[in-house]
């Protein structure tokens, strides 16, 4: 593997751009202990180390000109969206500059007729939903946090609605990336699809910060639908919800959300949430279509659930009563967090052939119960993808032994399986062990030649994917 | 721009090469004349000389032991699918070794479950539907020829269906690619998503064979859907038909194809198909889904059809009359190729934002007809792409030029209106002139240095691209 890490940058070194930065940027660069911290990873266990300085862009020519500063000083660039990302993405082991572009948060374009918009990368994915309602158009890609698409675009994020309208890569349908070079890319054109030229843009959807800072995207949304349901059902074994589901999409149901919750999960949503539902394995469902058409999935859908031992189908169209019904998964993250005080949350996931789902759930549920770990699990399963959210003391040295060696056997079951170790995550730090294990060596060197040739200094943000 | 062209090998590296190869491969190694110009380009009227040899590779270790010996020798190597791209794509500018990958054509694994299955690359899309039929699965990528999967993933190819199910860039999860270096890469595990670093799956997807031999392929497939209706409807102008056709995918009409045919075409097809259609701009659509289903969407798409002064939508469910109602589709690439005899067609096409197809389409009609081209225009209007199909004499040296300046004007009017000068038939060499124009120099010297990383002495079918 090629040698892409630079070194850590000199004292000096960091010193001269930090001094350039305050001569060109003014108060939109801080560098106060507080405002550093802010910007290392805050969202996941793994430790790192804060930025030496934090900038705010104002526009993508404030991108380019600190980009030239840092690389002039070969500093580390880390872009920095939401902090919402989870492996460890935002850490800076060699210090450096850390891009919050919060402030490039401007929607430049929607072209309701084409079902595209042109976005800043500091948009976040509810204010850009806010202004789209008039118009009857929305973006679809739901990860939970509220993060900025530019966050979005390179980690390659996804989640509940992938399903039905597919990830980040197929959200994306062109960037504008300044490189480390200083240059600036444009992927793709605006036209739905084209065949010109090797796909930038899905090269750099998922490259983590790793190949360049994101100063503008290009959209696709998708027509509101005319009518939404939501449902819930349980069933006696994860296998038979995991069956139910794997069947209606064999049946050709457009499921637009398919969500497993683990009994342990529902368990600790009914304290939170005080509510009564029964400890066993949900699936919480959502149908988007036409009055008719909606009618017709809901029905279908009950009849496989009852094909498969679960509970009644209960759905709803009504949004307050779609709500309700769905209230345990909507609160699922917070009711996480607060489920065990003092702890630390660790929050991974992994993918698998959706044949392997059950199976890998399973086998994991089983490794939770006998390292004794508090650990509730949920997952989209139409994609195979879950999520375990482990709880951790940090100041038990046992417990945090048993929840490293837990992630590693995670990740290496579901690479067993034809899985990835990270289905929508992205790699960071946090998974960069198991990466030539599911990929090979062949492919780690073929990441590593390209991140060499397009960032030969290393600058952008080291320590990431490889 | 890195140089990334290899010069011509010499003679007696040549020589060398295919003495190995002959030596390795036996009679799996063709180099007769008739053969080896049957493997330069055959279907588009961009000139190229042949090959020095043709080998037909039986598994994924004779691809790799051929390119060891290419590689050894500095002799290019040109992958070669059905041989049915349409820009240049074969030709062998610099000599070279034609890999012809027709005997790669088992079908490895269906997963039933997981809607997918791994292919070798020469199994064509026709073979994998048949076979698939049974399981209740089909691959629905459709670029109209019986093209095998390694060339459409190669060029990116989508065609009719791409509107529904994607392109190719879609169809794609995973794939096993022999490195110029030899070495194989694996771009994915078969997991439906996954962010474990750099895209390479679709880094492949449209690489043109410019960066090495596809010899696996992992799909994705969709259920046969239980009811497939097709229609057709005439509309009083270009602008009307498109207008109909955003219309309909606006208020969320899942279309699985819609075809815009000009009336010229129209009138070729009622020559050769003994049709007596109006000789009117046409949409053929079709639609996918359950019975009701299907019932309500044809029954909303005529009211849509009535609202923008369309014919009278024709719609059936039954195969037989679907298959009537599209005839004049079906027929049209061989009532093109009939109907001027004695010319060579030049088949191109272009993809704009769908707002401005109609504009593109008619700025473009004007275009033909002011420079007395023969040149039926049809589209895949969801998606904004569209195809003319211009008629040549070879002989006639005032009408190849006049083609050739309407070819770049064409180009150049989509990339003003923010589109692509290929929608789906990739770069090639007759598209190289405008992928600057389009995407800027920083992307065509991006892919350069790609290109180069992963293929130093440029054996990898030189000249296409860029």
């Known amino acids: ?64 000109k600190a980009m030239r500063i840092c690389a002039k000083h070969r500093v580390p660039v880390i872009p920095f969206g939401a902090g919402s990302s989870l492996e460890g993405h935002l850490n800076a082991p060699l210090g450096g500059i850390s891009f919050d572009m919060k ?7 929607v072209n309701v007729e084409d079902f595209d918009c042109v976005v800043e990368p500091g948009v976040t994915r509810q204010q850009l939903n806010d202004y789209l309602r008039d118009q009857g158009l929305f973006f679809p890609i739901d990860p939970g946090a509220d993060a900025q698409l530019g966050g979005m675009a390179a980690t390659r994020a996804s989640g509940t609605t992938a399903v039905r309208y597919g990830t980040m890569k197929d959200a994306v349908l062109a960037m504008k990336v300044v490189l480390a070079s200083g240059e600036v890319l444009t992927t793709s054109q605006r036209a739905r699809k084209s ?25 696709r949304l998708h027509p509101i639908p005319e009518a939404i349901a939501g449902g819930v059902c349980h069933f006696p ?55 008719l058409g909606i009618k017709e999935q809901t029905e279908r859908f009950a009849e496989i659930v009852e094909e498969f031992g679960g509970s009644p189908f209960e759905w709803s ?111 960071g730090d946090g998974k960069q062990p198991y990466l030539e294990a599911e990929l090979g060596r062949c492919a780690v060197d073929t990441m590593g030649a390209i991140k060499q040739t397009l960032d030969p200094n290393g600058i952008m943000n080291p320590g990431k994917i490889m």
Chains 1, 2 share one sequence.
């Open 317 to 427: 169209a009504n949004p307050e009563d779609r709500s309700l019904l769905w209230k345990a998964r909507h609160d699922m993250f917070w009711a996480d967090k607060a489920y065990r005080p003092g702890s630390q949350v660790v929050v991974t996931d992994v993918c698998v052939p959706i044949s392997r789902l059950a199976e890998c759930v399973i086998e994991t549920k089983d490794d939770i119960r006998q390292n004794r770990l508090v650990a509730p699990l949920f997952g989209h399963v139409g994609d195979g993808n879950f999520h375990t959210v482990v709880s951790v003391m940090m100041d038990d040295a046992d417990e945090v032994e048993r929840v490293k060696s837990f992630v590693s056997r995670l990740s290496e079951r579901a690479i067993a399986m034809e899985g990835t170790c990270t289905g929508e995550h992205g790699v």
């Open 237 to 291: 074994t994860i296998q038979a919800s995991c069956d139910a589901a794997i069947c209606a999409i064999q049946l050709g149901i457009p499921l637009a959300r398919v969500e497993l919750v683990d009994e342990v999960q529902i368990g600790i949503c009914n304290g939170y949430s005080k509510l009564s539902l029964p400890e066993k394995p949900h699936l919480f469902v959502e149908f988007h279509g036409t009055d």
């Open 103 to 109: 402030d490039m948060n401007r929607i430049l374009a």
């Open 1 to 64: 593997m090629p040698e892409v890490l630079s070194s850590t940058p000199t004292k000096s070194n960091v010193r001269a751009a930090l001094d350039e930065l305050a001569a060109g940027m003014g108060n939109r660069l801080a560098t106060s202990q507080a405002i550093r911290e802010q910007h290392t990873n805050v969202t996941t266990w793994s430790p790192g180390p804060p930025p030496d300085g934090v900038i705010f862009p104002q526009d993508a020519d404030d991108v380019h």
């Open 195 to 219: 065949s010109a030229g090797y796909d930038l843009t899905r090269l750099f959807v998922g490259s983590e910060g790793t190949l360049g800072v994101i100063t503008e995207l290009t959209l």
